[in-house]
C-alpha cells in the first residue's frame, strides 16, 4: 500500500483526506492507510500546507476566486487554519478580480445594465464577493 501511495503522490499532489479516500477505494483497510499516510507525512512527502499552497496556484491561473477557492480546499479536506495560511499568501483578489473580468469580456467598459449584469454574475461565479466584482468593474471604467 505505501508504494501505492507514493506513486499516487509522484502524478501530482494530494491532501491527506483526498489520499486516504483514494486507497480506501482500492480496498485498504482505513487504519492502515492512517498509519501509512502519518509515515508519509512524517517525511515531508504528504503535506495539506503544500496542498493548499498549490491549488491555489492552479486555481488562480484560472481565475478563480477566493470563495471557489476555499470551497474547494474544504472539499479536499484541509484545515481550517491551512486555508486561512494559503489564502493569505495569495494574489491581490481585486486585482484577480479586474482580470478575470478584462480575460474574458475585454478592456471596454461595460455601457448597459443588462451586459454589466452579465459581467457581475460570471464574476460571482469565479467567487469573487461584491466588493472585488464592484472594484473590477470600477477599474474598467477608470481605463
Known amino acids: 500500500m505505501r508504494s501505492r501511495a507514493i506513486a ?8 491527506r483526506g483526498e489520499l486516504a479516500t483514494t486507497l480506501q ?10 498509519e501509512v499516510l502519518s509515515e508519509l507525512a512524517g517525511e515531508g512527502l504528504l503535506d495539506d500546507g503544500r496542498y493548499a499552497e498549490a491549488l491555489v496556484r492552479q486555481l488562480v491561473a484560472r481565475g478563480k ?6 470551497q474547494a480546499m474544504q472539499e479536499a479536506g484541509i484545515a481550517s487554519d491551512r486555508i ?13 478580480a479586474a482580470e478575470t473580468r478584462q480575460r474574458k469580456f475585454g478592456a471596454g467598459v461595460p455601457r448597459s445594465w443588462p451586459e454589466r449584469a452579465k ?6 461565479y469565479r467567487g469573487f464577493s461584491g466588493d ?4 473590477a468593474l470600477g ?3 477608470a481605463e
Open 8 to 15: 499516487l503522490l509522484g502524478r501530482r499532489e494530494y491532501s
Open 25 to 34: 477505494r482500492k480496498g485498504f483497510e482505513p487504519q492502515a492507510v492512517a
Open 65 to 70: 476566486g477566493p470563495a471557489r477557492i476555499r
Open 84 to 96: 486561512a495560511a494559503a489564502m493569505e499568501a495569495g494574489p491581490d483578489w481585486g486585482a484577480l
Open 119 to 124: 459581467q457581475m454574475r460570471f464574476l460571482q
Open 132 to 135: 472585488q466584482i464592484t472594484g
Open 139 to 141: 477599474a474598467a471604467e
